[in-house]
Every structure is written in C-alpha cells, then in structure tokens.
Antibody
Framework: QVQLQESGPGLVKPSETLSLTCTVS????????WSWIRQPPGKGLEWIGY???????NYNPSLKSRVTISVDTSKNQFSLKLSSVTAADTAVYYC???????????????????WGQGTMVTVSS | DIQMTQSPSTLSASVGDRVTITCRAS??????LAWYQQKPGKAPKLLIY???SLESGVPSRFSGSGSGTEFTLTISSLQPDDFATYYC??????????FGGGTKVEIK
C-alpha cells in the first residue's frame, strides 16, 4: 500500500528556509494531488499547499509569499520550502495525498486519504 | 475563505455513549466535507468523506450527515479506541482547503 515519509532537518534557525521532502513508496506519485499540512504544538491543522504530479500548485494565501512546493516524479518525491521562518512556524509537518475528483474535465483535490507520520520542526537559534 | 467551526471543542463521554460532533461552514460547501480522527502523536486518519461516505476499513459505528453549511459526525456507541480529537475539513473551495478547530473526545 502507498506510504508517505517526511524527511528533513528538525531544527531551523529564524529567518532561514525550512526544507522538507516527502517520499512516496508503494505507488506512483502520478495522477494525484500531494499536500503539506502543519500542526503547531497543541493546536489544530493548517493546510499549507498542494502540488499536482504535473507540477501545478496551490498555496494557502496566508503563507503563499513564503512557500514553494515542488515535485520530482523520477524520485517519487515532493518537497516543501518555507522561507523566512519564525518561531510561529514551529510545528509538526505532515505530507498527505489528496484523492482526485472530477469537475467536468478538470481533476481537483478531494479528501486527504493517506498521511505521512509527520516530522517535528522547531525554529530556534 | 470558508471558515469551519466545530462544536463542542471538548466533549466528555463514557464507553457506550452516542456522541455527536457538529461542524458548520461559513458558506455552502455542498457535501464536500471530510472527517478525520487524530490520536496523540499520530497523523490524522480519514473517517468520512463527501459528508457521509465511510472510508474503507472504518468501523460502521462512525457516520456522517449533512450538506450545505451544517454537518455532523456521530459515533453510535463510543469505544475505548475512539477517545481522540476529531477534525472536519472542507474541500469545496479547492483553492484553499480548511479545517475545523477540532473536537477532543475525553473519557468522562
């Protein structure tokens, strides 16, 4: 079955760029949307953005100026970069798969059906 | 942006109780709503999609209902494994996916 695994540094300094990678195993990255979601300690879930396997992206407007999500289909991976981080970006970061649904000819993201285990990223000097 | 509001934020219940959690959307989202269960230190797990469709492998004591702006998640007979936090999430506005604030189901 498809599994997701996040990887990347657990500690990032303020003002630097947070970089995480999600590796998809047990299936192809093609034909799905892939999201990043985060959860600050003791708080709720916040969607960061998603990427389609073709490379098209959509970001949470509240983070859009600092977020870049990219995909490498040859490695079955997608990645998150969040720039100019502050302590408010300290959170568990999850990668997740969005199922597809179709609106006329357009494929759009559906619910998050598979999640990675999450990785804690702390922003601190 | 579509805001999702869950109530209550915390719920105390006993094993065997029928539990209902409500999620309200700030505008109509048709039936494009999912429910997730999250246990401490774990990733969320999809329970219900399209407001009332049970995800494969999820026990039938979980059910979802509603459309438009008001939705409910019901656990017909609460089991020890069900003590967790539950989140609703809308995907009608697929340019911005949003979650409710969560409902923690605690042991009474």
């Amino acid at each position: 079955q498809v599994q997701l695994q996040e990887s990347g540094p657990g500690l990032v300094k303020p003002s630097e760029t947070l970089s995480l990678t999600c590796t998809v195993s047990g299936g192809s990255i093609s034909s799905y949307y892939w999201s990043w979601i985060r959860q600050p300690p003791g708080k709720g879930l916040e969607w960061i953005g998603y990427i389609y396997y073709s490379g098209s992206t959509n970001y949470n407007p509240s983070l859009k100026s600092r977020v870049t999500i990219s995909v490498d289909t040859s490695k079955n991976q997608f990645s998150l970069k969040l720039s100019s981080v502050t302590a408010a970006d300290t959170a568990v970061y999850y990668c997740a798969r969005n199922r597809l649904r179709y609106f006329d000819w357009l494929s759009i993201p559906d619910a998050f059906d598979i999640w990675g285990q999450g990785t804690m990223v702390t922003v601190s000097s | 942006d579509i805001q999702m509001t869950q109530s209550p934020s915390t719920l105390s219940a006993s094993v065997g109780d029928r539990v209902t959690i409500t999620c309200r959307a700030s505008q109509s989202i048709s039936s494009w709503l999912a429910w997730y269960q999250q246990k401490p230190g774990k990733a969320p797990k999809l329970l219900i999609y399209k407001a009332s469709s049970l995800e494969s492998g999820v026990p039938s004591r979980f059910s979802g209902s509603g459309s438009g702006t008001e939705f409910t998640l019901t656990i017909s007979s609460l089991q020890p494994d069900d003590f967790a936090t539950y989140y609703c999430q809308q995907y009608n506005s697929y340019s911005r996916l949003t979650f409710g604030g969560g409902t923690k189901v605690e042991i009474k």
